[in-house]
């Protein structure tokens, strides 16, 4: 590498010209090198404007839209928006009955402590600790109860701890341990696992008391007083099982299970326990939304493909109130920038000439709570599934650590060139050679590779949208900036958003959709996820 050594050297006027020309051209050069390996140039990245950004962001993470919380009258608002924008700009609908949105239905519980009650064997013991509600839903259930080791169940693997018992109306008891050899990581990662709940509510059972595997209940009472206070509120999902259920402390669980296994003996068969459980729960239901917008494919045979768009316009609301008062956590960062990124994708897209691959946006509710949002469109996809080629997710993309910054909180926050990849080197080799030339046919940002493993002790592999899509064995890339002081805080406002940077990577996540829409062959999972794939329940293209 050539190194000009300035102060040895004055550069003269003259030369200082011809150096600037010959490194124009080198870089056209490597411009031209890396857009050769591209099936097509994106077209009007230059159109993706900073203005627009910055307008429409002000709008989603004003005070006004609450902090965006899943479900709440500001999300809603923020919906509204996003479905005006696409009709604007001629996004065609992707959501169901010709609409922009997806509804979701979230069933909301409320504890009714005072008709909360259980005893075993005439002995009443106390809600908060000696026993706290898991399934809230309401109950009056008396009997003897039958132990069921473990509880987790595979039927496709033939691992079953019910076979062989007749519990059907009666109260189950597990202790929720798991079988030999198999992980919590195994148990929540395939849809083929089910939890003692759920397999005991195919067996017909009427109630299931989960002993807990620690001695320490000292949370459990404020988990109480929450289901008390505001309740808590889930995706409805009509195939899931849904049972009464508690958890017992450990010493409550091992009393019962020791009755429970002398009443097994003939001698002292009389001597069995019964159980009486009773749960007063206070039912609601709740509408809330994904957003879904497409733009069709030019190619007649290639458009029933799909490129997946995704950012979830959700934040987490209201809240504690910081140094200043502020109780509204705005979002602005988390994630207004991929929520507004995806508008502004859309808009230049539609107006410009179509890749040939359908581009579906998808914007997710919930994934502040637990990605619900894209995890119900993964399992309920207004398109077929098989057709999705790839999903690029994101999340966080707006912030940048400026020069001099020392505080701790920043310290894996990407600089005003640099954005966080996760999924090119853990997923596919052919995806991390199309990012690499995309993004050097752009504005060749610095695309840090440090989270783009399954060993991350930080888990950002899974804890964001695409991570459902990958479940489901569609290929997915994640893009973001990385933590921040302002994380979750009040503070995510738009006065914090490094808008320079922000519209470089917007550029980018342009070209990329572009790219990968344009392209003929459908991306290979080679990466090692494959070993976590089969777990996941998803095929592998």
């Known amino acids: ?15 200082r010209s011809m150096l600037t020309r010959r490194l124009a051209v080198g870089a056209l050069c490597v411009a031209a090198f890396a857009s050769s390996a591209l099936a097509a140039l994106a077209p009007d990245t230059n159109k993706i ?48 009955d010709g609409t922009y949105f997806q509804p979701i239905k979230l069933s909301g519980a409320k504890l009714k402590s005072d008709e909360t009650t259980l005893t075993i064997s005439g002995k009443s013991f106390v809600l908060g600790e000696d026993f706290m509600p898991r399934g809230l839903k309401s109950a009056e259930v008396q009997g003897t109860p ?19 018992y007749s519990v059907k109306g009666a109260i189950v008891v597990t202790d929720g341990s798991l079988p030999q050899g198999v992980t919590m990581r195994d148990v929540f990662s395939s849809e083929d696992w089910e939890s003692p709940e759920q397999a005991a509510a195919r067996n017909g059972a009427a109630a299931v008391i989960l002993i807990s595997n620690s001695t ?46 002398s009443a097994g003996r003939a001698e002292f068969a009389t001597m069995a326990p019964v159980v009486k459980l009773t749960l007063g729960v206070e039912q609601q239901e709740v509408m809330t939304q994904n957003v879904i917008g497409i733009i069709p494919g030019s190619d007649p045979k290639q458009k029933a493909e799909y490129i997946a768009l995704g950012a979830h316009y959700d934040h987490v609301g209201i809240g504690r109130p910081d140094a200043n008062g502020d109780t509204i956590y ?8 991929g929520t507004v990124a995806l508008i502004e994708i859309a808009r230049v897209m ?29 399992a309920n996809p207004t398109i077929d599934l098989k057709n999705l080629v790839l999903q690029i997710n994101i999340d966080m993309i707006g912030m940048a650590k400026q020069p001099g910054d020392t505080n701790p909180a920043n310290a894996r926050l990407t600089d005003g060139n640099s954005l966080f990849v996760i999924g090119p080197r853990i997923v596919s080799s052919e995806i991390t050679q199309t990012v690499n030339s995309v993004n050097a046919s752009v504005d060749n940002m610095t695309l840090d590779p440090y989270y783009d493993r399954l060993d991350d002790p930080e ?35 738009v006065s914090a958003i490094d808008f320079k940077k922000y519209t470089k990577g917007v550029r980018l996540m342009y070209a990329l959709a572009y790219e990968f829409a344009s392209q003929t062959a459908r991306p290979k999972i080679d990466g090692p996820v494959r070993n976590v794939l089969p777990n996941l329940g998803g095929g592998l293209p």
């Open 350 to 378: 539609a107006a410009g000439a179509h890749p040939k691959r359908s581009v579906i946006f998808v914007w997710h509710c919930g994934e502040e709570k637990g990605l619900w949002g894209s995890q119900y469109f993964a």
């Open 49 to 96: 404007s900073e203005t627009n950004l910055r307008a429409h962001l002000t709008f989603v993470a004003h005070d006004l839209m609450e902090g965006r919380d899943t479900p709440s009258r500001g999300l809603d608002i923020t919906a509204q928006y996003i479905a005006a924008q696409l009709t604007m700009y001629g996004v065609q609908p992707g959501g169901v």
């Open 330 to 337: 705005n979002g602005a960062d988390d994630d207004g920038s």
């Open 459 to 493: 888990r950002i592999f899974y804890r964001s949208d695409h991570y459902s899509y990958i479940a489901k064995g569609v290929p997915a890339v994640f893009f973001f900036s990385g933590s921040h002081v302002n994380y979750h805080r009040p503070s995510d406002e």
């Open 1 to 15: 590498m050539l190194k000009i050594n300035v102060t040895k050297m004055p550069v003269t006027v003259v030369e």
């Open 216 to 261: 320490n209940t000292s949370g459990w009472k404020r988990q109480v007083e929450r289901m008390t206070e505001g309740g808590r509120l889930t995706p409805s999902n009509d195939s899931q099982a849904s049972i009464p259920s508690v958890m017992v402390s450990k010493a409550v669980g091992d009393t019962l299970v020791g009755s429970i296994m």
């Open 146 to 164: 039958i132990f069921i080791a473990s509880g987790y169940t595979n039927l496709k693997k033939d691992i079953d701890p019910f076979k062989g």
